[in-house]
């Protein structure tokens, strides 16, 4: 009989704990989507994050199917399915969350402590917020036009980048990750497991502790991040310099016209031909 | 003056985590925005034909400055969403998005002595956002989900995220109802504070905060027995087998075709295109 000692989840248990954490994170971000912000004064309240969700469940199973689960169930139940999909932004996003949660549940050797517990739930989630305010500020950079030359833009941003890390890592930080993992890792350690047919994690079993080679592949992962920001940037220069010289020819633009004229009357042919052939 | 101040912000903090959020108005928004849009003009043109239209104006935008041709890219998508019969809940995430995004920046520019020279970046800022994000909810919104699933597919994306997809719409039903469900039964057994004096109001707050969280136990264990059945299920027809499996993929994808209104499509905005780079140019 093969033994169930699966720590290291095969196949199937890896699938298992991708499709939990999908739902779970992204029912958990549809509703932060929904849930209005508001402020007072300058200090913005918004349950910015259910992060504790994919945070727990890292900490419980195998962090890099998780890690993939939560950002594809906010790229899929929150962007997708409200159609806030945002293009290149969520590239960032589905890569900062996969690196702060991957490292979180690496950082666990033993659920049931407390202290480790808490202290992998904040560096998660510092972690991927930090990462999420640097390319925010370098993302308005790049979309402005002449950031330093408008009065007060740069200023505005650093601020209001910084502002809202702080006010995410104490707020939804400590409200929304700590706490709640806090209460249910060790709740769920050793309840889980079983109904995914696998072993709960134990000093034997789990993967060590973040070594070296993690930290290359998040750094690689972040780099990846900015690199697509970067990339828009570049390709920002190519295609303004085309669309420039697009928009200096008036008989450019005429040409265009007609070529698109021209393709409409063939597809109308094309399409009284076929109607006709049907009818 | 000050505990009205007080007063208003509790009414409001409890107001937004609970009493706005009907989980059956959502369950039926997001049920209707999958599948109650099917004999729309967008929801039957072919999946990989949209997908490259939102490549276009999904990104081009991000790279014109040009006010002009910026605004005829909006028109563009506001007409192409109308076509699109989107559900409500959707287009009001929409407007509060474009205004968290630009409208708040607003507010500090002019609070750190900018002046209405940054309007005008303002403005084009929250015209390339509003294209993008209309473009997207035309064509995410707009599409059956299994139709985007087989159109992502088509163009060599992980089977996973397409069966994440096809997953998570149908799913996304049954959890709510179950959220809902721990939740009533909370509700039921519960005893909250009293909602009289303003400490009480932050009690009643902090209460149903933790019963949300509380909540989640139960919600992770019967969640993960689902998703136990579902991979099970799956793993009995060869799911893992068939997601790699070259012929599969060939099967699935053999139901999209292109006609005439598929091509019909793009071309139209191609025309709209080049007429407002005209328009543009000519000024």
């Keep these: ?279 | 003056m000050s505990s009205d101040i007080k007063k208003k912000f509790s009414e409001k903090l409890s107001e937004n985590i609970m009493d706005k959020m009907s989980i059956d108005f959502l369950r039926t928004q997001v049920l209707k925005n999958a599948y109650g849009n099917k004999d729309t003009v967008i929801a039957g043109l072919d999946p990989r034909i949209l997908l490259v239209w939102y490549l276009f104006f999904g990104l081009i935008p991000w790279f014109s400055h040009d006010i002009i041709f910026l605004l005829g890219c909006f028109i563009l998508v506001t007409i192409t969403t109308m076509l699109a019969r989107v559900a409500g809940l959707v287009l009001l995430l929409f407007v509060l998005g474009v205004f968290s995004q630009t409208g708040y920046l607003l507010i500090v520019i002019l609070l750190f002595g900018g002046d209405a020279s940054a309007f005008l970046p303002l403005l084009t800022l929250s015209l390339k956002i509003s294209t993008v994000s209309l473009a997207s909810i035309t064509v995410f919104s707009g599409l059956d989900p299994d139709q985007l699933a087989n159109g992502l597919m088509w163009f060599g994306f992980p089977e996973r995220l397409s069966f994440s997809i096809s997953y998570a719409y149908r799913i996304l039903p049954v959890l709510l109802q179950e959220f809902q469900n721990i939740l009533l039964s909370y509700r039921m057994r519960g005893n909250p504070p009293s909602r009289k004096t303003f400490a009480g109001n932050l009690k009643y707050l902090i209460y149903q905060v933790k019963v949300i969280m509380h909540a989640f136990y139960p919600l992770m264990l019967n969640t993960a027995k689902r998703s136990r059945t579902t991979v099970e299920a799956l793993e009995l027809k060869g799911y893992r087998y068939a997601a790699v499996n070259k012929e599969v993929k060939k099967i699935r994808l053999s139901a999209l075709r292109l006609t005439n209104n598929d091509l019909l499509f793009p071309a139209l905005s191609f025309m709209w295109v080049a007429v407002t780079l005209l328009i543009s140019s000519l000024l």
Excluded: H
């Design chain 1, 1 to 279: 009989m093969q033994q169930i000692n699966n720590y290291t989840a095969a196949q199937p248990q890896k699938l298992m704990i991708f499709v939990l954490t999908m739902s779970m994170y992204g029912l958990a971000t549809l509703f932060s989507e929904l849930i209005p912000s508001f402020q007072v004064g300058i200090v913005e309240f918004s349950v910015e994050y259910f992060l504790f969700i994919p945070l727990t469940l890292a900490m419980l199973f195998d962090p890099i199917s998780v890690a993939l689960g939560a950002a594809t169930g906010e790229l899929v139940f929150s962007e997708i399915m409200l159609g806030q999909f945002g293009g290149l932004g969520e590239l960032e996003k589905f890569i900062t969350v996969t690196i702060g949660v991957y490292i979180a549940g690496r950082l666990v050797s033993n659920p049931s402590n407390r202290k480790l517990v808490g202290f992998a739930a904040m560096a998660g989630t510092v972690l991927q917020l930090l990462m999420g305010t640097i390319v925010d500020i370098l993302k308005v950079q790049f979309a402005v036009e002449d950031f330093e030359a408008v009065a007060g833009l740069p200023q505005s941003v650093f601020a209001t980048e910084g502002f809202a890390f702080l006010n995410d890592v104490l707020f939804s930080g400590i409200l929304f990750c700590l706490l709640p993992a806090l209460y249910l890792v060790p709740k769920l350690y050793g309840k889980i497991e079983p109904l995914l047919g696998m072993q709960p994690r134990t000093k034997d079993t789990w993967l060590d502790a973040v070594n070296v080679k993690v930290i290359l592949g998040s750094l690689v992962g972040f780099a990846a991040a900015i690199a697509a920001e970067m990339l828009a940037e570049s390709g920002f220069e190519l295609i303004d310099w085309e669309a420039g010289w697009a928009e200096s020819g008036t008989a450019f633009a005429i040409g265009m016209i007609v070529a698109a004229a021209v393709i409409l009357v063939i597809i109308l042919i094309l399409r009284t031909n076929t109607s006709k052939k049907a009818g």
